[in-house]
């Protein structure tokens, strides 16, 4: 169960996390607490039997700590029915923003970029979900689901992304049978997922335009594709470049490119180090900053909402077209890219 404390006073939470009942082998399995809509929550694992007793010796804890406010069970929510059915039978598309790093700053080091890219980032997400008046769902620490407002979502993902490397949110839309997502990870990235069952190039065109409205200031790289980056990661889904090595260094995505796609962003940068985009429609948009996209969308995404690869045809041409831009497996093993960087000591 998830329990909630509700207090009006500035609490840490590792004050609180000091005024939990000792482990003594056979207590409730808990993960500590963590901050979510209206409070406190705290996660509680175990038989009833073990579970009640020790919400007894919690709330003794908290009195013997000082604190003052209400402990409870927490109302957490799960899927609806519909949206049950819209993300069996719907595909997903993704627009995928990546930040800069700021100067110095190691793979391990929290949020990469600047504070003001959080802020922007927040925003974007947030404008996505709600474009359409969706209901908007936290799930807080990434384990309990909460319907909340826009601005309760964003302090909830800001919060969690000072404990965890990605934080989510949802927006549910029963009228267009939508499913909207936005996940911000620590290493700059940003994800705007739509799960429908609309045509695909209303869905594309919408991510389109959420990529040439957000602000550009520190962005790296962008693009329109089937997967969010923890899929673009994997050899499954990324092509001939080498996901993971792109993982691993976000301070080069300026400079690489992950296999093309039908819309990107791309750097002045990336278009130095392309072949030939003479074939593609590119659009400066600021000092830095190209939107670089097919002349024809439907072979690239018209197959993804069929459930079907894109041609090996259409991939292999916009792979010579862009050439030395992407980072390949070959090139990341040169360039010593293919490595995981240590964590400190």
């Not at 335009?209 to 899929?231: K, Y």
């Amino acid at each position: 169960m998830i329990l909630r404390l509700r207090t009006d006073a500035e609490v840490d939470e590792q004050v609180l996390d000091a005024a939990l009942p000792p482990d003594e082998g056979d207590s409730p399995a808990n993960g500590g607490w963590f901050a979510g809509p209206g409070g406190f929550l705290l996660l509680a694992e175990g038989l009833r039997a073990e579970v009640d007793p020790w919400i007894e010796q919690l709330a003794a804890g908290l009195d013997d700590a000082g604190f003052e406010g209400t402990l409870t069970g927490a109302s957490v929510v799960g899927n609806p029915r519909w949206a049950q059915r819209v993300d069996r039978e719907a595909v997903s598309f993704v627009a995928v923003l990546g930040y800069r790093p700021r100067p110095g700053v190691g793979y391990y080091d929290g949020w990469l970029p600047d504070a003001e890219v959080l802020d922007r980032a927040l925003g974007l997400g947030m404008g996505w979900l709600t474009a359409h008046g969706a209901r908007v769902m936290a799930l807080a620490d990434l384990r309990a689901r909460f319907w909340v407002d826009a601005t309760t979502a964003r302090r909830v993902m800001r919060t969690d992304l000072q404990r965890r490397s990605i934080a989510l949110s949802s927006g549910y839309d029963k009228h267009r049978s939508e499913l909207r997502h936005v996940s911000v990870a620590r290493r700059g990235l940003v994800s705007l997922t739509s799960r429908g069952l609309r045509p695909w190039r209303e869905t594309v065109d919408e991510l389109r335009a959420a990529l040439t409205t957000a602000p550009l200031e520190g962005l790296a790289i962008a693009m329109v594709t089937p997967h969010d980056f923890s899929g673009l990661r994997l050899p499954k889904y990324s092509g001939a470049a080498d996901g993971r090595a792109y993982d691993y260094h976000p301070e080069r995505w300026a400079e690489f490119t992950l296999d093309p796609c039908g819309i990107q962003i791309l750097t002045d940068q990336h278009l130095a180090a392309a072949t030939d985009l003479t074939s593609w429609v590119t659009t400066r948009l600021d000092h830095d900053h190209h939107l670089v996209e097919a002349r024809d969308l439907a072979p690239w995404y018209e197959p993804v909402a069929a459930r079907r690869p894109v041609a090996p045809d259409v991939l292999d041409q916009a792979r010579r077209d862009f050439g030395e831009a992407i980072l390949t497996y070959d090139r990341a093993e040169r360039l010593g890219l293919n490595t995981k960087p240590p964590r400190p000591r």
